[in-house]
């Protein structure tokens, strides 16, 4: 068995905030609250949910942007944290991060040559101004930002939505990472476009061995992403993983009662089934706050199939089979008298 390039252990990443304006009184934001998976070098996890369930505070804790306030992050099986300075920045070298936003992380004032060449040099990857330039002219060529002659003095307010996206593409592979965290890299730009970019994202992932964790809301995106390149999804909900399985058998099979609502919500496109469709009903529409979640299964208040037992305790994330893995007492209490 290969190793892990990536263990994430029990993770929790709390924030403290103010409870009011003119308040003292501060409360605690569970955003990632014990979130556990692993991944081998090449492998694809698709991290699914709706906004708020701290999906992209776990992109930034893997990619070393926020501190963890409990719990482990391992690379090559050594903790991130307990590494000495030279191996932190080697970390954070190798893992790469795709920001949703094209507009807001980019420097307006810098051309793409200097947001290319700027890592290059910083890193020592090329030995001058020139080395620079061709690299910066072969990265573009790389993301197909083609003729690069013609992008590599233009500024990002002279760039298309997606012309920005792939340019934070080949500014994340400049350093030549072995992970990417991509946090809703679609999200921003047209639908014409999107499936452009994330052929791009599959296709380096497989050309330079990349390790990639892809951060959406869109089933529809995760689906294609994650089948296509033989991943994972990991479905969140309030800082926590509730399922996990290879793609397909996630989206045809669901398990947990959260993983098939966001499926059922998908849009049909055939008119005819969507009227025939069958509507998941919640028990409330109310999303609980993550300062204060429920007690027990954090999705107790919503779940169509609650039992008693649901709001008393929190359901453990089981592993079913081999590749698959579920937090609901509809199978945990299942397994544990099967064992």
């Not at 390039?5 to 409870?19: A, G």
């Not at 945990?332 to 008298?337: D, H």
């Given at each position: 068995m290969a190793e892990p390039?990536?263990?994430?252990?029990?993770?929790?990443?709390?924030?403290?905030?103010?409870?009011g304006i003119f308040s003292s009184t501060k409360?605690?934001?569970r955003a990632v609250d014990g979130v556990t998976f692993s991944m081998k070098e090449g492998d694809i996890l698709t991290i699914v949910g709706e906004s708020g369930c701290g999906k992209t505070t776990l992109g930034k804790a893997v990619a070393g942007l926020v501190k963890p306030s409990s719990g482990k992050i391992l690379f090559y099986g050594k903790d991130i944290y307990s590494m000495d300075k030279k191996e932190y920045m080697n970390y954070r070298r190798n893992v790469q991060m795709i920001h949703q936003d094209p507009y807001a992380?980019?420097?307006?004032?810098?051309?793409?040559?200097k947001i290319l060449s700027t890592p290059l040099l910083r890193w020592g990857i090329v030995s001058g101004e020139e080395e620079a330039r061709r690299r910066a002219l072969d990265l573009l060529e790389i993301v197909g930002l083609t003729p690069p002659d013609y992008f590599i003095n233009k500024y990002p307010h002279q760039l298309s939505g997606g012309q920005r996206q792939r340019l934070i593409v080949a500014r994340a592979i400049s350093v030549e990472p072995k992970i990417i965290v991509a946090d809703e890299p679609i999200t921003m730009i047209d639908v014409s476009l999107r499936l452009g970019i994330l052929d791009l994202l599959l296709d380096l992932r497989k050309k330079m061995g990349l390790t990639v964790i892809f951060i959406t809301h869109d089933f529809g995106a995760a689906r294609y992403f994650s089948a296509k390149g033989g991943g994972d999804i990991a479905v969140m909900y309030l800082g926590k993983i509730v399922e996990k399985g290879p793609a397909e058998s996630v989206i045809q099979e669901p398990l947990h009662p959260y993983t098939k609502t966001l499926i059922a919500a998908v849009p049909e496109p055939d008119p005819k089934y969507s009227r025939t469709k069958e509507r998941i009903r919640l028990r409330s529409l109310d999303i609980p706050s993550p300062i204060n979640p429920p007690p027990g299964c954090r999705f107790h208040t919503r779940c169509p199939l609650y039992m008693e037992v649901c709001s008393e305790r929190e359901?453990?994330?089981?592993?079913?089979?081999?590749?698959?893995?579920?937090?609901?007492?509809?199978?945990?209490?299942?397994?544990?008298?099967?064992?």
């Open positions: 390039i990536l263990e994430v252990l029990d993770l929790k990443v709390y924030f403290s905030v103010k409870k409360s605690l934001v992380s980019l420097n307006p004032v810098k051309t793409v040559y359901p453990p994330l089981v592993q079913l089979t081999n590749d698959r893995e579920v937090s609901c007492f509809l199978y945990t209490e299942f397994s544990e008298k099967k064992a």
